[in-house]
T-cell receptor, first 114, second 111 residues
Framework: DAGVIQSPRHEVTEMGQEVTLRCKPISGHDYLFWYRQTMMRGLELLIYFNNNVPIDDSGMPEDRFSAKMPNASFSTLKIQPSEPRDSAVYFC????????????FGPGTRLTVL | QKEVEQNSGPLSVPEGAIASLNCTYSDRGSQSFFWYRQYSGKSPELIMSIYSNGDKEDGRFTAQLNKASQYVSLLIRDSQPSDSATYLCAVRYSSASKIIFGSGTRLSIRP
């Protein structure tokens, strides 16, 4: 079975540009999570969805970040405008709806903002 | 604020020995506990989950949970160089679907 799919795997952009990261969760998983990982701050939860509905976006750093999940098989994380401090690895993860289930991570998108 | 604490390491263990990784958490209402392994440049990979007090074994890995002490550990027997990675402890609290991750312990297995 395919795992969580993310694209692009690497993104290099200039400050001020819009960046869109994409994620396809594992089929049948009802929860989708977006994380950011840096050396300084570790793994941070940005936002998560249940059945395509955003449940908790308290980790989104500021209004420049937005996330959508238009259907059960696709989600986007958008940064507009991007800044150098946004440089990080962004992970998408999904989990089933049953209680106690773990999250399964995609390969990540390494974002560099120049 | 709910927290998950780990020693950042690095923890250096000789090949063939037992590696012991520890984690404490702050909320007694926690229900589910996970250990993830993350190789440099890769994504976290689930290696163990544990839900009740006691030990759970899977191959060379043993997870131990003590809810009274709010403590979860991971033992790796017969450590191999391929076990060198960062190990993340993660906890799901009863009131939420999200998981809180520790900052990770870097493990190095020396030949």
């Amino acid at each position: 079975d395919a795992g969580v799919i993310q694209s692009p795997r690497h993104e290099v952009t200039e400050m001020g540009q819009e960046v869109t990261l994409r994620c396809k969760p594992i089929s049948g998983h009802d929860y989708l999570f977006w994380y950011r990982q840096t050396m300084m701050r570790g793994l941070e939860l940005l936002i998560y969805f249940n059945n395509n509905v955003p449940i908790d976006d308290s980790g989104m750093p500021e209004d420049r970040f937005s996330a959508k999940m238009p259907n059960a098989s696709f989600s986007t994380l958008k940064i507009q405008p991007s800044e150098p401090r946004d440089s990080a690895v962004y992970f998408c993860a999904s989990s089933p709806s049953r209680a106690q289930q773990a999250q399964y991570f995609g390969p990540g998108t390494r974002l560099t903002v120049l | 604020q709910k927290e998950v604490e780990q020693n950042s390491g690095p923890l250096s263990v000789p090949e063939g020995a037992i590696a012991s990784l520890n984690c404490t958490y702050s909320d007694r209402g926690s229900q589910s506990f996970f250990w993830y392994r993350q190789y440099s440049g890769k994504s976290p990979e689930l290696i163990m989950s544990i839900y009740s007090n006691g030990d759970k074994e899977d191959g060379r890995f043993t997870a131990q949970l003590n809810k009274a002490s709010q403590y979860v550990s991971l033992l790796i027997r017969d450590s191999q160089p391929s076990d060198s990675a960062t190990y993340l402890c993660a906890v799901r609290y009863s009131s939420a679907s999200k998981i809180i991750f520790g900052s990770g312990t870097r493990l190095s297995i020396r030949p």
